[in-house]
Each structure stands twice: as C-alpha cells, then as structure tokens.
C-alpha cells in the first residue's frame, strides 16, 4: 500500500502543542496551518502570565509577524487554534475536566516544546498523553547539546548516570537556596540548566517506554543551534535575542566589539524553519510507520556534519558589515546616556535593557564558540528519501542545501527588522 503523504495524514486531525508562544512553536504553528491546510485543529496549551491571561497571549501569538500572512491569505485557518488553559509543571497540566477529555477523544499528534527548564514536564506530558484514544506520534524537542561528556553525539538515548525520578525526588526535597548551591555540580558538563534537564527529559521518557505495556509513540528532535528563519514564514524572522541573534544585534546597536571563541570551529546553526519542518515530517513518520516498532527513534538536527559553517564566515557573512574594523568592549555608561537622552525625548529606552541581555546571553554564548562536538545526523538523511519529490519542497529541512552566504545576509537582515527595529 502505498504511503500517506504528510498532508493527509495530517488532514482531518488534531494536534496538541506545547510551547506555542515561543519562537520554535509560533513557527511551527504557522506552518502547521499554511503548509497542512486540511488539519482540523490546533489546541495550544498556554501558561498565563503576570497581567496576561490564557486569550490575551494567543492574541499576541496571532497579532505577532510570523503569522502576518495567514492574517492576510488564510484567515479561517487562524479559527482552528484552540487555546488550552494550563501548565506543564503541574499534575495533568493544571487543567479541566472538560479539557482533558476534549484532548483525550481528538488529538492525534502531540508536539511537546515547551521551554521551561522543570525536569518532570516530559514525563508528566508523555503520561498525560496516555489517555489520548487517537495517539499517532508524540515529539518532544530537545537539543543537541546534551550528554557533551562524549565529543561524538549520536542519534540515541545515552543511558543516565544517575537515576532522573531519585534525583527529581531529591531535588523536590530541597529548598530553592540550597539547589542554587549545587546546581553547577549537578549540571556538569551541560552549558546550562536547560540543556541538562532536557537531557533528563530524554531519560525519563525511555523509562516510561521501557516500563509501560501501552507504548507510546514518541520521537525526539534535537536542534542544534536555532537561529532565524531561512525561508518561513519569513526569510530572516527573528523574535528572541538567544544565541547568535543576541550577538548579533549587540554588534549592529555598538554594544559589542569582540567575540571571544576560536573561529576555525563549526558553529553546527540551524534555521527555525528547518527544524520546524523535520518536526512535522517525524511525526509522519512516525504516525504512518509499522506499530510494531516501539524504539525512540532521535533525530539530531544539525548543520555541522553535513553543511557546516565556521564561526568565522558567520563573522565575515554576518557581522563584519556591522563591525566596520573597530576593536575593544564599549562599556555601559554611553548606553545608559543614551537612554536617558531618549526618555528626556519621550521615547522608549532601549539600549541600557540590550546592552545587558546581550552581554548575559554572551557568555552562554562562549560555551558554543569556544567548543565543539560531532553530532551525528544521518536519521534526517533517511527520512528525507522516504519524502516524495513535491514534500521535499513543501517541507524543506535538508540542511546540505543551505547557502550559508546567502542565509547569513538575510538573517542578519532579520535580526535588523525585527528585533533592533533597524531599516
């Protein structure tokens, strides 16, 4: 029998997300509704925030520039979202009844991106969706960068070296100073707590598979480095100063002058819209595969050992237009003068708040300029050939066919657009 494509076997299903505000998860929903036009509906689990409730944040995630052209070409699809009030940290995520049985009898697939750094979120959504009747596939995202004792990652679930539920147990037992205070030894060798408990996260759910008669369907994608948008929604979209786009746009405002790092490494970027599109093609995958197959299958999606590109052609493609040859660290005060000349004017202070999250985001930054692993990436390689011809177009994230020269003109564009607010 010949296999479904992607679009139907997407076509008169629903889908659960986590982490839909974010900047993965506004791309992926965007893509979800242009890209699988017959998908019947979206429901986003939204956490309220401080002074924004569950509807004002969906508002923002629909009024936001990646989904300008739904708004415009597509807008019926926008009635699809269906917002979900509740919380990955807490016991079936904080929600109704109603809710719980709404997503029980009519989600299909599940993506699970969330970014909160809580150990217990994966395995407190792997068994929520337990009880999902019409389960295909569930993806939890995670990064590449975990388990970086090895120098050589492979697409597999390392085995922990301590038990996840004992430690998640002990951690529970302690008061926030006292984690505080052991949290550089529990980390290790991660670059921070979020890549270390998704690493946990990938632990807890092959636990959960090994342990249950009920397999679930899951898949893991590991993004490597995210940066802007290649192509989708739009070629440069940006709307977080994480990673490079941080040092970006601290090198375009004049807040930053040196980068330290070796730039003979591989800088292993990936665009969002790249890993967005593997994201949707696994859980094909995966929903459209043999039921008898209950292994974790990883996805590792990275540039470095199939495309890569150098910390130094990021430096000369990207930021050397930027930089025009000056040298040294421009300290906070002018910043500061800066703002205060601007709200004398009545405007918006603006470069104090950048100056400092740029320069905490550059130090997380140095753990990726100033190392580098193997991540191995053949499992995206198989998937692609298993695409028909019009898929492989439709839903792109074949990393060998980035033009690095190109891409970083138009991010760099984009980090100028939308997140500087430079034309």
């Known amino acids: ?62 009024n936001c520039k990646a989904s300008e052209w739904l708004k415009q070409n597509q807008a019926d699809a926008l009635e699809k979202l269906i917002p979900i009030n509740g919380d990955v940290s807490l016991p079936d995520l904080g929600l109704s009844l109603s809710d719980i049985q709404e997503l029980s009898d009519n989600v299909s697939i599940v993506f699970h991106s969330a970014a909160q750094m809580n150990v217990r979120g994966p395995q407190r959504m792997a068994n929520f969706c337990q009880q999902f009747k019409k389960l295909k596939a569930f993806v939890h995202v995670s990064t590449t960068f975990n388990n970086l004792e090895n120098k050589e990652i492979a697409e597999e679930i390392y085995p922990a070296t301590v038990d996840p539920q004992k430690l998640m147990d002990l951690i529970d037992s302690m008061d926030d100073l006292l984690l505080a205070s052991i949290t550089k030894q529990l980390v290790g060798k991660c670059p921070n707590v979020y890549a270390y408990t998704k690493a946990l996260g990938e632990q807890l759910l092959r636990n959960i598979t090994e342990r249950d008669e009920h397999k679930l369907p899951i898949v893991v994608v590991r993004p490597s480095i995210v940066t802007g948008a290649i192509q989708e929604p739009l070629a440069g979209w940006i709307d977080n100063f994480n990673g490079p786009s941080g040092l970006a746009a601290g090198v375009i405002k004049g807040l930053i002058y040196t980068i330290r790092g070796d730039e003979k490494l591989v800088a292993d970027l990936v665009p969002v819209d790249i890993a967005i599109n593997l994201m949707i093609a696994a859980a094909w995958h995966r929903g459209t595969s043999d039921k008898s197959s209950e292994t974790i299958v990883v996805y590792n999606c990275s540039s470095g050992a199939l495309n890569p590109i150098t910390w130094d052609e990021f430096r000369r493609w990207g930021l050397r237009p930027c930089l025009s040859n000056r040298i040294g ?78 891409y970083m003109k138009n991010y760099i564009c984009g980090v100028r657009t939308f997140l500087v607010r430079q034309s």
């Open 1 to 62: 029998m010949e296999k479904v494509s992607i679009q139907d076997f997407y076509s008169g299903r629903s889908v659960f997300v986590t982490g839909a505000t974010g900047f993965m998860g506004k791309v992926l929903v965007e893509k979800l509704l242009r890209s699988c036009p017959g998908i019947d509906r979206l429901y986003l689990l939204i956490r309220p925030t401080s002074g924004k409730n569950t509807l004002v944040r969906l508002q923002e995630l629909i």
């Open 329 to 406: 660290l421009i300290p906070s005060l002018p910043a500061f003068f800066a703002d205060t000349t601007a709200r004398l004017c009545g405007k918006k202070p603006f470069l104090t708040r950048l100056y400092k999250r740029t320069h905490t985001l550059m130090s997380c930054l140095e753990f990726s300029t100033t190392r580098q692993w193997n991540f191995i990436s053949r499992n995206p390689i198989q998937l692609i050939d298993k695409m028909s011809s019009e898929e492989k177009e439709i839903f792109n994230f074949h990393v060998r066919k980035i033009n690095w020269e190109t």
